[in-house]
């Protein structure tokens, strides 16, 4: 009974509070998705053949994974903070990240790159291209869609937010 009651009376400002953050979450996940693709589109450029053929993982490793790892942290933090802060005014509850993923990166074998090369000369496509290309599907699983056993750094912040809006309502 008094979590029908605090739906009807504190449902609404939780929804709104939900809705705002995920908004905000989603705004930011996917800028910070856009500016380190382009960060790495331009180390790209510098790479030469062989590494950009066979190095891709190495790549990504040593010049990507710790860069969307220190940015997402920071982002979490700050995004959390926010969410907390405001749900803090309404009620004695916050957000709280899982954190489930250590943004991990797909290894390169001799099969990847032979694909790539392959795939290269098939479709007309250059290795710098085929390397953007999995530049920007690490940085956006990390960021904004990942897998089920490793959630990106959005899904892991609305899942956040769900379970905080919902323990709100049941303890109102």
């Known amino acids: 009974m008094k979590w029908l009651v605090n739906r009807f009376v504190f449902g609404r400002e939780i929804t709104a509070w939900q809705a705002t953050h995920t908004r905000a ?7 910070l998705a856009a500016e380190l693709i382009v960060e790495a589109q331009g180390a790209i450029a510098g790479l030469n053949f062989t590494d950009r053929t066979f190095r891709q993982a190495d790549f990504i490793t040593e010049r990507v994974k710790n860069r969307v790892r220190d940015e997402a942290e920071a982002l979490a933090d700050r995004l959390l903070g926010d969410a907390n802060q405001d749900i803090g005014q309404l009620f004695d509850t916050k957000a709280v990240r899982l954190r489930i993923s250590d943004y991990p990166v797909r290894p390169d074998t001799l ?8 795939r290269a000369a098939t479709l007309s496509f250059n290795t710098t291209t085929l390397m953007h290309e999995r530049v920007r599907d690490y940085v956006r699983s990390m960021l904004v869609k990942g897998e089920p ?9 609305t899942t956040a937010y769900a379970r905080a809006a919902k323990e709100a309502l049941a303890t109102g």
């Not at 979450?25 to 800028?31: I, K, L």
């Not at 099969?111 to 392959?118: A, E, I, N, R, V």
């Open 149 to 157: 056993d490793a959630p990106a750094l959005l899904e892991q912040l």
């Open 25 to 31: 979450a989603t705004e930011a996940c996917n800028a």
């Open 111 to 118: 099969f990847d790159g032979m694909g790539q090369l392959l």
